[in-house]
């Protein structure tokens, strides 16, 4: 069965650290591995698509990681600010004919001033 | 439109009733997806149109739930006897074309669907 699995659950940093959210898979096959920031009460919104062969991808103060052996991916945050507060969903998608995504439950983080 | 547009917002309904949920994805998308979040979950796959036609309809929990999109734009998520276990965000995403896997899902504000 395709799972993703996030940790941590939710994690609390004060504004300007950075953080690391981790992300381990089992999907296959795999085509794919996607951040997505959820603000509450909103739909997600991506930040970040790696293929297989891609490693890192940055947005901005977004870094994501992608380790396709040991199937884990991070999203590392830099210099943290207030409006980063939202849920930070792993999404990993599989390719036959049509993408299908397997989400994770998402690191609930809170920027605390 | 600028976006993924659904309607209602919020939608709150009795145990038994009827419910349809719209989603208008974005202008030329001829992919769209219906997810069900709960609370404190990631959203769950429900179904996938390409076009008009239902490509993958395998996520949709049971013959309760029900979604058409007999244009290629939008997309009704109907719900026949609701229960109290369907109460989640319903969330509507569009992609442009589904291009090796790697097309961009946009999502929608979602829809909170409350049973009660």
């Known amino acids: 069965k395709n799972q993703v699995e996030q940790s941590p659950q939710s994690l609390i940093i004060l504004e300007g650290k950075n953080c690391t959210l981790q992300?381990?898979?089992?999907?296959?096959?795999?085509?794919?591995l996607r951040w997505y920031k959820q603000d509450t009460g909103r739909g997600p919104v991506s930040l970040t698509i790696?293929?297989?062969?891609?490693n890192t991808k940055s947005n901005g103060r977004y870094t994501a990681t992608l380790d396709a052996d040991t199937k884990q991916s991070s999203l590392h945050i830099t210099a943290s600010q207030l409006s980063d507060s939202a849920s930070y969903i792993c999404?990993?998608?599989?390719?036959?004919?049509?993408?299908?995504?397997?989400f994770g439950k998402g690191t609930m983080l809170l920027v605390s001033p | 439109g600028a976006g993924v547009s659904q309607t209602p917002s919020n939608k709150v309904t009795e145990k038994g009733k009827y419910v349809e949920l719209r989603c208008d994805p974005i202008?030329?998308?001829?992919?769209l997806y219906w997810y069900r979040q709960s609370l404190g979950q990631g959203p769950e796959f429900l179904i996938y149109?390409?076009?008009?036609?239902?490509?993958?309809d395998s996520g949709l929990p049971n013959d309760r739930f029900f979604a058409v999109r007999p244009e290629g734009s939008v997309s009704t998520l109907k719900i026949q006897r609701t229960e109290r276990g369907d109460s989640a965000v319903y969330l509507c995403a569009s992609s442009l074309r589904t291009s090796g896997g790697k097309d961009t899902q946009y999502f929608g504000p979602g829809t909170r669907l409350t049973v009660l």
């Open positions: 999404v990993v998608g599989s390719f036959s004919g049509y993408s299908t995504l397997t």
């Open positions: 149109f390409q076009g008009t036609g239902a490509a993958d």
């Open positions: 202008s030329g998308h001829t992919a």
């Open positions: 992300c381990n898979y089992t999907v296959s096959p795999f085509s794919n």
């Open positions: 790696m293929t297989f062969s891609e």
